[in-house]
């Protein structure tokens, strides 16, 4: 608790903080500093967070000194521009006053800490250019650990120093190392030394780009930062939306934005084309292609702006604009880089059609029978506003086009769902079921809401396996969740899913806080309000649903679970829902799912391509552990090679196990292949034809645990042949 009751106190600590600040300024006169409309949303906030969250914290509970903490790490994450001396100072005065601050829409201790780090790492560029330029031998026996985090803050500036060289050193002896195919580790250090400069240079690029972002960097940043520490004291997925912010949030997950369709990245300071969106303006304008470079942009007709080393989001903020304007893009294109052209583009609305649900059927081999099986990939609970896609509309639509392939079992492959909309996690999961409860959600007040399912209609009433991973959280955890409670599904992946079991609002800054309500775009929080539960009354919080078939996997070692993040919620449980399921229902019992588990226990003993899987995770466990890396060349050349080795002998194996992989096909949904089908027409191409789209091949790699996915769904199937379920269970049923 943190409460202030002296003004002298409050105004003398003001006053050291001015002058600690205006040293700083009087070196950087273009210091970030926050804007009128911050404080009105650092006052929303402070209130909305108080009101609206789960735990219904009040600011005065927080725990100052622990939030300055937080806030370094995420500016000094590894310890590499402030001494032990300049954090104790930070402790001592900052958390007296921060409380106070928050509650006036003071973000002062936030810029201050800022300003003060970004002078510290302009100055540290600065040093590191006159090193580099110097160079560093490379035949000694230090080392490096790559990772600082839990390390002590250095005494002192010397010290930190002696760190800066030894990461010098590391960057440019691993630039050297991967840019050189090196035959034998006994290579001559003279030889070697050669190869120094061009590294050295790399690297000083690196560092000047990074000096470039710096620069860059506005006080809506800082903001971001700051209050996105202070959300995530209350749990790890509350966080503070400024305007920019929200509008992405908006498009992932509406699946569309305005803009030119194409996919960007930054590579060697060049933004740079890294893929044309289907049907969207760019590939409509025939003038650009992928890996072009874009050097410079313009609005309408006005003056080109030069976007090399400029941040990438700045960049694409220049591109992006209102529909049906014209964006001008001078490029140097891939096929003659030593020339430029001008592309005019018109914005458009693009439907990201990527991120949308799709289907495929393999045919699988069941001890001599043939049969088809479908999967279904679902990468979001994705949900939209006006005529845009739905998770639960689509995932029906690829279902009734699986039907017509005479599937006979589906996987919902859930792996690289993170979540999305609560209402399309419900309604998705009464997809499989005729009716009954899907979810439990638990308010701040202590009151119990149970989300049914009451729409009797099922489009799939034949065996289903959900797919999971470590990386399946929240929405993903409802459906695997509530259809392993009603035995609808079988759930197989990873060991359990992520553990989110946590419910965001997202809440808008609103009047009388918002003093411009004549603009539209305003910031936003996402606030955690409530928890839920599955129908057994058992929350994934933390713990995640607990898969019935599990596989090897490196996911198991990474620090990629709710358990591993910092201020998460405790896993609790409360009363499970009773109800009286269809006597007609279709779902598995107790002897089919320990059958098939045995099965695929003694394949993951047996079969050589679980064997790989082994290898990699204790290959990652080896490595993993390897922090302190030599500086020594020779060394770092033997461990190089025999990286490569074990690389390429992993590699033989996996290019054999991918002749194992089933045939398949793949399914659309309708506005995929119309955007498709313009794509092709803009291009100039011919419509594809209808027998080779039917057609099955051999994909390019083996998806080792869909693989073993779809040999469980085959012997389900089998099994169902051979002795069909029973499927009466009209009982009511408590803790399903």
Not at 63 to 86: C, G, M, N, R, V
Not at 334 to 357: F, Q
């Amino acid at each position: 608790m943190n409460k202030l009751n002296s003004t002298p106190f409050v105004k003398s600590i003001l006053f050291i903080l001015f002058y600690s600040l205006l040293s700083v300024s009087k070196i950087y006169s273009d210091n970030l500093q926050p804007n009128p409309l911050m404080k009105q949303e650092t006052k929303w906030l402070v209130q909305a967070l108080q009101q609206a969250h789960y735990n219904k914290v009040q600011i005065d509970e927080l725990d100052s000194t622990a939030f300055i903490k937080s806030y370094l790490k995420k500016l000094d994450k590894q310890k590499l521009y402030f001494t032990e001396p300049e954090i104790k100072k930070f402790l001592e005065i900052y958390p007296k006053t921060l409380i106070t601050f928050f509650k006036q829409g003071n973000l002062f201790p936030g810029f201050e800490i800022y300003n003060l780090y970004r002078k510290k790492s302009l100055d540290r560029i600065d040093w590191v250019l006159g090193k580099l330029k110097k160079g560093f031998v490379f035949d000694t026996n230090e080392t490096y650990l790559t990772d600082r985090e839990d390390l002590p803050w250095e005494k002192n500036f010397k010290d930190l120093d002696g760190v800066w060289i030894k990461l010098l050193k590391f960057e440019v002896l691993s630039e050297t190392i991967s840019g050189t195919d090196f035959n034998s580790s006994n290579s001559s250090y003279s030889s070697f030394k050669k190869l120094i400069p061009d590294s050295i240079e790399k690297v000083i690029k690196r560092y000047e780009r990074w000096q470039k972002s710096i620069l860059e960097f506005e006080s809506t940043d800082v903001q971001e930062i700051y209050l996105s520490t202070l959300t995530q004291m209350f749990d790890p997925h509350t966080t503070f939306m400024n305007i920019k912010e929200k509008e992405k949030f908006d498009q992932t997950m509406n699946n569309e934005l305005v803009g030119i369709g194409a996919v960007l990245e930054m590579i060697d300071g060049y933004c740079t084309i890294k893929e044309l969106l289907p049907g969207g303006p760019a590939e409509a304008s025939r003038g650009l292609d992928a890996q072009d470079k874009i050097i410079e942009v313009a609005q309408a007709e006005k003056d080109f702006v030069d976007v090399v080393d400029m941040k990438l989001s700045k960049i694409v903020d220049l591109i992006k604009g209102p529909k049906d304007t014209l964006v001008r893009l001078k490029v140097k294109p891939v096929s003659n880089p030593e020339t430029t052209k001008v592309v005019r583009i018109i914005r458009d609305k693009i439907k990201l059609t990527s991120n949308l649900a799709k289907a495929t059927v393999k045919k699988v081999i069941n001890e001599n029978e043939e049969l088809n099986v479908g999967i279904i990939e679902l990468r979001s609970f994705y949900g939209a506003t006006g005529n845009g896609a739905k998770a639960t509309d689509d995932v029906e639509e690829l279902v009734g086009k699986l039907k017509n392939e005479n599937v006979e079992g589906i996987i919902l492959d859930l792996r690289r769902n993170g979540g999305g909309y609560l209402s399309e996690a419900v309604n998705l999961a009464g997809l499989f079921i005729s009716r009954g409860p899907v979810v439990q959600v638990k308010s701040t007040d202590g009151k119990i809401r149970k989300k049914f399912d009451f729409n009797p209609k099922l489009v799939w009433d034949k065996p289903l396996i959900i797919l999971v991973s470590r990386y399946s959280a929240s929405a993903s955890e409802i459906v695997a969740g509530a259809l392993q409670n009603h035995r609808r599904a079988i759930i197989v992946g990873d060991k359990n899913t992520h553990g989110k079991g946590t419910v965001q609002s997202l809440l808008q800054m609103n009047l009388p806080f918002n003093y411009n309500s004549s603009n539209k775009k305003k910031s936003a929080a996402k606030i955690t309000i409530q928890k839920y539960y599955l129908p057994s009354g058992q929350s994934t919080q933390i713990k995640g649903v607990i898969g019935d078939i599990s596989m090897p996997s490196i996911n198991h070692f990474l620090p990629i679970g709710e358990s591993d993040l910092e201020n998460a919620l405790a896993c609790d449980s409360i009363p499970a829902v009773n109800f009286r399921r269809p006597s007609k229902e279709f779902i598995y019992d107790e002897k089919t799912l320990a059958s098939l588990r045995e099965n695929s226990l003694k394949r993951q003993n047996e079969l050589e391509e679980f064997q790989y899987l082994k290898e990699n995770v204790e290959r990652y466990k080896y490595k993993k552990n390897q922090t302190n890396v030599s500086l020594n060349y020779s060394k770092r050349i033997e461990q190089k090679l025999n990286d490569k080795e074990f690389d390429k002998g992993m590699s033989e194996k996996f290019e054999k196990l991918t002749d194992k992989a089933y045939p398949e096909k793949n399914i659309q949904l309708d506005i995929v292949d119309d955007q498709n089908t313009i794509s092709r027409k803009v291009r100039g191409e011919k419509a594809l034809d209808e027998h080779k789209i039917q057609n099955f091949s051999k994909p390019k790699s083996l998806d080792i645990r869909l693989h073993e996915s779809c040999r469980i769904m085959a012997e389900w199937i089998s099994l169902l042949k051979l002795k069909p379920l029973s499927q009466k269970d009209n009982s009511e049923v408590q803790g399903i």
